[in-house]
C-alpha cells in the first residue's frame, strides 16, 4: 500500500512562490508516477502537472505552464511542485497522485493524499 503526505501548503500573496512536497511511503516512489492535481471552492478537480518514474519527462495543464514546475527526488522518495508567479486562482486545495502508468496518473490515479491548502490573496 502506498501513502501519499503533502506538505508546504499555506497563504501567500498573489505573485509569490510556495513550493509543495509529497513524501512517498510503504513502496519506492521510483516505481510511480507522480502527479498534482487541485480542487478549488465549488469545482471539479483538475490536473495540474505530472512526471514520469525517471522525471524525464512532465506534462502540464494549460493554465500553470510556464508557472509551476514539477519535479522529484526518488532517493528521498519525494515529489515536488514548485509555484511562481501565483494568482488568486490558483487558490484551492491541492493533492499529490501516484500511478504506476504514466497516462494514468494524468486521469484516474491509484493513490491519493489528503491534500494540501494554497491559498492566494490580493
Known amino acids: 500500500q502506498v501513502s501519499l503526505v503533502e506538505s508546504g501548503g499555506g497563504l501567500v500573496q498573489t505573485g509569490g512562490s510556495l513550493r509543495l512536497s509529497c513524501a512517498v511511503s510503504g513502496r519506492a516512489s521510483s516505481l510511480y508516477a507522480m502527479g498534482w492535481f487541485r480542487q478549488a471552492p465549488e469545482k471539479g478537480r483538475e490536473f495540474v502537472a505530472s512526471i514520469i518514474q525517471s522525471g524525464r519527462s512532465t506534462w502540464y495543464a494549460d493554465s500553470v505552464k510556464g508557472r509551476f514546475t514539477i519535479s522529484r527526488d526518488n532517493a528521498k522518495n519525494t515529489a515536488y511542485l514548485q509555484m511562481n508567479s501565483l494568482k488568486s486562482e490558483d487558490t484551492a486545495v491541492y493533492y499529490c497522485?501516484?500511478?504506476?502508468?504514466?497516462?494514468?496518473?494524468?486521469?484516474?490515479?491509484?493513490?491519493w493524499g489528503k491534500g494540501t491548502l494554497v491559498t492566494v490573496s490580493s
Open positions: 497522485a501516484a500511478d504506476s502508468s504514466t497516462a494514468d496518473v494524468r486521469t484516474r490515479p491509484n493513490y
